[in-house]
């Protein structure tokens, strides 16, 4: 079965440079959320999206935004990187709750990581 | 708001023993718990999941979890430890729908032979 797919699943940059990590969730799936795990840390959710609108919004710095196209895949823009961003950036899928569809999966896939490294 | 509190960030256990990881949550509305594994470097991989119906819900490689509202727990039990069950395990809460998970710190599961 296909699953989440992220790229690139590593990258390396520089403090003070921009990153653009990609999602593309699970075919049918319309719901995106963005997790951030810092080493040895439990995930912490960022920012989610439904049909290509914004759903949820945790803790996500101002530098950070994100997006969810046409296509439902998902981007995640990160600039002035600070040694602090390096992280495994998790993104996850789910079939989104819509009103009288009784289609609620209620269980969010996740991607396998993009590990960044801020240097 | 919602929390979960996993009981003990490192359990070690011999090959074929009982496994148990344990898992509190607290929610003002009725919980989604979720058991997620991750091994070294890779992604969370679901194991089970509670909504509603069953308290006891089966997951893959053996795994199975009860519900127990008056407890507010939800604990990761397998009956006999396999060497490839050596990884992380996070249990994790929503509130359903397309929310956000709420994860526990983390529980480091080793099995020694």
């Known amino acids: 079965a296909a699953g989440v797919i992220q790229s690139p699943r590593h990258l390396i940059k520089e403090k003070r440079e921009t990153a653009t990590l990609k999602c593309y969730p699970i075919?049918?799936?319309?719901?995106v959320y963005w997790y951030q795990q810092g080493p040895g840390q439990d995930p912490q959710f960022l920012i989610s999206?439904?049909?290509?609108?914004?759903?949820d919004k945790g803790s996500i710095p101002d530098r950070f935004s994100a997006q969810q196209f046409s296509d439902y895949h998902s981007e995640l823009n990160m600039s002035s990187l600070e040694l602090g961003d390096s992280a495994l950036y998790f993104c996850?899928?789910?079939?989104?709750?819509?009103?009288?569809?009784?289609?609620?999966?209620?269980?969010?896939?996740f991607g396998p990581g993009t590990r960044l490294t801020v240097l | 708001a919602q929390s979960v509190t996993q009981l003990g960030s490192h359990v070690s256990v011999s090959e074929g023993a009982l496994v148990l990881l344990r898992c509190n949550y607290s929610?003002?509305?009725?919980?989604?718990l979720f058991w997620y594994v991750q091994y070294p470097n890779q992604g969370l991989q679901l194991l089970l999941k509670?909504?509603?119906?069953?308290?006891l819900v089966k997951g893959i490689n053996g795994f199975e979890a009860e519900f127990k509202k008056s407890e507010t727990s939800f604990h990761l039990t397998k009956p006999s430890a396999h060497m490839s069950d050596a990884a992380e395990y996070f249990c994790?809460?929503?509130?359903?729908?397309?929310?956000?998970?709420?994860f526990g710190a983390g529980t480091r599961l080793a099995v020694h032979p």
């Open positions: 994790a809460v929503s509130s359903g729908g397309y929310n956000k998970l709420i």
């Open positions: 509670y909504t509603t119906g069953a308290t």
């Open positions: 075919p049918r799936h319309d719901t």
């Open positions: 929610s003002s509305v009725p919980p989604y």
């Open positions: 996850a899928s789910s079939l989104g709750a819509r009103l009288g569809s009784g289609g609620a999966t209620d269980t969010q896939y």
């Open positions: 999206f439904y049909e290509k609108m914004q759903s």
